[in-house]
């Protein structure tokens, strides 16, 4: 487990595929990341991330995030398949907890684990170029905007955030 101010992030375990699930299948959670998956896609997704967390080398692993006593969403680490020493995090706050800042300390507390204890040198953040708030969200924290530009699974041209000390 991490620790993170008053957030606790706990590795995905089987006990969490209902709120996989409930996240996923959220309309606004997901809308900049991908169109929502059929109940089936998300089983095979959540699958695929609870048995990532078991490998001796994990190319993600997901934590779900629990604040006080809510579970407040999802946060993934994703470990750059072209360079070994980058992560980008990927966070998806539940609705009821949005625009509270619960998604920028989850994401920075991630990305200080990330760089202290992972021993990676820069940490990544993809938002769409028309999202204000995760652009905003992204400063604040101290993420650089790079010169590269990325499609999303949806097709959107995305920006790339770089963080790579504190």
């Not at 994990?58 to 020493?85: C, H, M, R």
Request: aromatic residues 12%; positive net charge.
């Amino acid at each position: 487990m991490i620790v993170y101010k008053d957030y606790h992030y706990l590795p995905l375990t089987e006990q969490d595929k209902a709120f996989y699930i409930s996240v996923y299948q959220d309309q606004k959670v997901m809308s900049y990341v991908m169109e929502i998956p059929d109940l089936k896609t998300c089983e095979r997704f959540f699958a695929h991330a609870v048995k990532q967390q078991q490998q001796p080398v994990p190319e993600k692993l997901v934590f779900t995030v629990k604040k006080d006593a809510d579970f407040i969403g999802l946060i993934g680490i994703y470990w750059n398949q072209q360079s070994k020493d980058a992560v980008e995090i990927g966070t998806l706050i539940k609705t009821a907890f949005q625009c509270k800042g619960y998604g920028s300390d989850t994401t920075l507390g991630l990305a200080r684990y990330a760089l202290s204890e992972l021993n990676v040198k820069q940490v990544v953040l993809i938002s769409e170029v028309g999202n204000q708030l995760a652009s905003g969200s992204a400063r604040k924290m101290g993420f650089k905007k790079s010169q590269e530009t990325e499609e999303n699974r949806l097709g959107r041209i995305c920006n790339r955030w770089v963080l790579e000390s504190f």
